[in-house]
Nanobody, 125 residues
Framework: QVQLVESGGGLVQTGGSLRLSCAVS????????KGWFRQAPGKEREFVAA????????DYADSVKGRFTISRDNAKGTVSLQMNSLKPEDTAVYYC??????????????????WGKGTLVTVSS
């Protein structure tokens, strides 16, 4: 059974940084696109970033471009999200996901194969 487990969430002040990581158990899913979504209270889940299986095409939501960086380590089977210059509007539960579909399609289609249970990021003003 494949499980995605996120870590690294927490409370940070505006302008601070956090690094989220997602580990996969059961299989490495190295041939899959991996990425992140987030869901703020009372809002729909939204796409944040995705990286292709070979680290090639990378996609970001406009709201995080220039502040967030996604990366992956196929040797460890992990995907990470470095979040800098955090804003209160970044407060959300962040979910790791994996799918064979390219990241460019994740904005429109969230029917992805594998999901983590999420980690909470809170940015205080």
């Amino acid at each position: 059974q494949v499980q995605l487990v996120e870590s690294g969430g927490g409370l940070v002040q505006t302008g601070g940084s956090l690094r989220l990581s997602c580990a996969v158990s059961g299989r490495t899913l190295n041939g899959y696109t991996k990425g992140w979504f987030r869901q703020a209270p009372g809002k729909e889940r939204e796409f944040v970033a995705a990286i292709s299986w070979n680290g090639g095409p990378i996609d970001y939501a406009d709201s995080v471009k220039g502040r967030f960086t996604i990366s992956r380590d196929n040797a460890k089977g992990t995907v990470s999200l470095q979040m800098n210059s955090l804003k209160p509007e970044d407060t959300a539960v962040y979910y790791c996901a994996a799918d064979l579909a390219p990241g460019s399609s994740w904005v429109r289609d969230r029917r992805l194969e594998f999901w983590g249970k999420g980690t909470l990021v809170t940015v205080s003003s």
